[in-house]
């Protein structure tokens, strides 16, 4: 997928567990792992805010297009 999640990067500067960012955003810790993880087809412009919020960032900080095949899409 030619998004990239950098949700890790986030969590190790803001030195925050993933549990803990679950808890504080108010998602399962399982829904954030398959954001984390790339995995996710979507995400909510609320979830998006909400990571913001508790991360301190913008969506750019954690979002960012890779060029690449996308062909298998």
């Known amino acids: ?5 950098d949700i890790d990067v986030m969590l190790a500067r803001r030195k925050m ?8 955003v108010g998602i399962t810790p399982a829904n954030l792992a ?3 993880n790339g ?3 979507a995400v909510r412009f ?13 969506p750019g900080d954690l979002l960012r297009w890779e060029a690449g095949d996308t062909a298998e899409e």
């Open 1 to 5: 997928m030619p998004i990239a999640v």
């Open 17 to 24: 567990s993933v549990g803990e960012l679950a808890d504080r």
């Open 34 to 36: 398959v954001l984390k």
């Open 39 to 41: 995995r996710a087809k």
């Open 46 to 58: 609320a979830t998006l805010a909400a990571l913001c919020e508790v991360l301190d960032c913008q």
